[in-house]
């Protein structure tokens, strides 16, 4: 796993807003085993760090079972809004090549400034 070689990202957080805590959801049983195994795997490699609190901000924890049978990890935000399967497929029409990208723990691969 790469590293963004930049600078840190900044983010501004608006003191204003009330901070969003989101429960974590119950998992699928299947899927207890892998999520385990990926959180242990991104502790080991220093990805997540463990905490014993809880900040004033959390977002659930979705499980997400990839074509390769391993588990990856995705915030869930009320936020951030995804397309729908109409929007993505309308702007396909009339293409011609396609491919999957898997931007391997992407999220994880650019630093935060404290």
């Given at each position: 796993?790469?590293?963004?070689?930049?600078?840190?990202?900044?983010?501004?957080?608006?003191t204003?807003?009330?901070p969003v805590y989101q429960q974590s959801s119950l998992v699928e049983f299947s899927l207890a085993t892998k999520m385990e195994e990926a959180i242990e795997?991104?502790?080991?490699?220093?990805v997540w760090i463990p905490?014993?609190?809880?900040?004033p901000w959390a977002f659930a924890n979705v499980p997400v079972l990839k074509h390769t049978?391993?588990?990856?990890?995705?915030?869930?935000s009320d936020t951030y809004k995804s397309r729908t399967l109409d929007q993505v497929l309308?702007?396909?029409?009339?293409?011609?090549?396609?491919?999957?990208?898997?931007?391997?723990?992407?999220?994880t691969q650019i630093p935060v400034d404290g």
């Open positions: 796993m790469g590293c963004y070689k930049g600078p840190p990202l900044h983010m501004d957080i608006n204003a807003v009330a795997a991104n502790v080991k490699r220093g905490v014993n609190h809880a900040g049978s391993t588990v990856d990890h995705t915030l869930s309308s702007e396909l029409a009339g293409g011609c090549i396609y491919g999957p990208t898997d931007l391997k723990a992407a999220y």
